[in-house]
């Protein structure tokens, strides 16, 4: 590991400045990704910015009904919190699916929107990677692709975002906050990772030092319900090859409202519009189900041994709505 210096910072405003003052700095949440990929060789910051510590730990009601959930609340206690269990479960649902109850523990929600790809490629210095090094190469397209992206990847990148929790937000049109040099900003969840495209090196719309405040959550639907699911090799400590994060309110057996977002398949979490427009105020039927998600997974590109991701996110989407429709 390269030698780095450590700062710890006891306000959102401190943090900015020690950032925009610091060439090479990053801002250090619990440490379970940045870490890892310090000690690989992956990242080299100059010096951390502990933001850990930062009053950002709170969950706190909005006016209109909605939750603010600060950058520093740990990823279990987001879990367990009794408002996102009982108002947005697939909040909750995801984030239990994701890592262990030590890692949970530990992880913030800032952190785990930004952790990075687990492409082997990536995070091996050895290998030529376009993430890491730009212009090298791509050595997943024709390499070891199974996890990789089915949706929307380029001919530079074929990595998968791997946040489960970032699904879900996805799924429940929550609202990132930023605060960086230029002040502060907001940008819906839906927007905030990226497509590869010829620059795959950037995994979000996040400038250089801006530091995530917050998550926003909208209020709940009247009548919807919210579940997550997710499909692994092994049943923890596993990443998505394929997950569903879906919101649905059905009245009188038609789709009222439907919003459904896909893990696992893209390099950031995939937002099934195409879907959503098949099932608006149609029957709330596995028929229906099955003709939306068909809509959306249209649009797949599976790479030579990866689809079976497609079959596998189709039969997770049915199989999350048909369960959501049941409760109504
Ligand atoms: C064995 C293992 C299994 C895992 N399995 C899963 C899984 O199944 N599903 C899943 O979703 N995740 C999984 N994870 C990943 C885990 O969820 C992430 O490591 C964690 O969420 C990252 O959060 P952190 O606070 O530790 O981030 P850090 O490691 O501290 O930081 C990650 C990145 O975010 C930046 N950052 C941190 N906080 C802020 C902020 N407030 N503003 C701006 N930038 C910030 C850092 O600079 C860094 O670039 C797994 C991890 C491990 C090690
Ligand atoms: S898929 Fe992306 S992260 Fe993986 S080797 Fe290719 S460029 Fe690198």
Redesign the pocket.
């Given at each position: 590991m390269k030698p780095f210096g450590y700062l710890r910072v006891d306000s959102v405003d401190e943090a900015v400045r020690a950032a925009a003052g610091q060439p090479g700095a990053?801002?250090?949440?619990?440490?379970?990704?940045?870490?890892?990929?310090m000690k690989l060789g992956v990242?080299t910051?100059r010096v951390l910015i502990d933001?850990?510590r930062?009053p950002?730990d709170r969950i706190e009601e909005l006016p209109d009904g909605g939750l603010r959930i600060g950058?520093?609340v740990r990823?279990a206690d987001l879990a367990a919190s009794r408002p996102v269990r009982e108002r947005y479960p697939v909040l909750s649902q995801?984030l239990s699916?994701?890592?262990?109850g030590q890692?949970?523990n530990?992880?913030?929600?800032?952190?785990?929107?930004?952790?990075?790809t687990r492409c082997p490629y990536f995070q091996d210095t050895s290998k030529p990677c376009n993430k890491r090094e730009p212009g090298t190469g791509c050595p997943a397209r024709d390499g070891a692709h199974r996890d990789l992206a089915v949706l929307g990847h380029s001919a530079h990148c074929v990595a998968t975002q791997?946040?489960?929790?970032?699904v879900a937000l996805a799924a429940l049109d929550a609202t990132v906050r930023l605060h960086g040099p230029e002040g502060e900003r907001t940008v819906p969840a839906t927007d905030f990772h990226r497509l590869p495209g010829d620059s795959p090196e950037r995994d979000t719309v996040?400038r250089l030092g801006?530091?995530?405040?917050a998550v926003e959550l909208p209020p709940r639907r009247p009548g919807a319900h919210s579940r997550y699911r997710?499909a692994?090799d092994r049943a923890s400590?596993?990443?998505?090859l394929a997950s569903v994060g879906a919101v649905l309110a059905v009245r009188d057996g038609v789709v009222e409202h439907a919003a459904l977002a896909f893990g696992g398949l893209a390099h950031r979490p995939w937002r099934a519009r195409a879907a959503e427009e098949v099932l608006r105020g149609a029957p709330a039927t596995e028929r229906t189900f099955a003709r939306a998600a068909d809509a959306e997974l249209a649009a797949a590109e599976p790479l030579r041994d990866n689809g079976f991701k497609v079959p596998l996110a189709r039969a997770l989407a049915v199989g999350v709505l048909a369960d959501l429709a049941a409760r109504d």
């Open positions: 990053q801002f250090l949440g619990g440490g379970t990704n940045l870490v890892d990929l990242e910051p933001v850990s930062l950002l950058a520093t990823n995801a699916a994701g890592a262990s890692l949970r530990t992880a913030t929600t800032g952190g785990n929107l930004l952790q990075r791997p946040s489960d929790m970032a996040i801006e530091l995530i405040t997710k692994r400590f596993a990443f998505a």
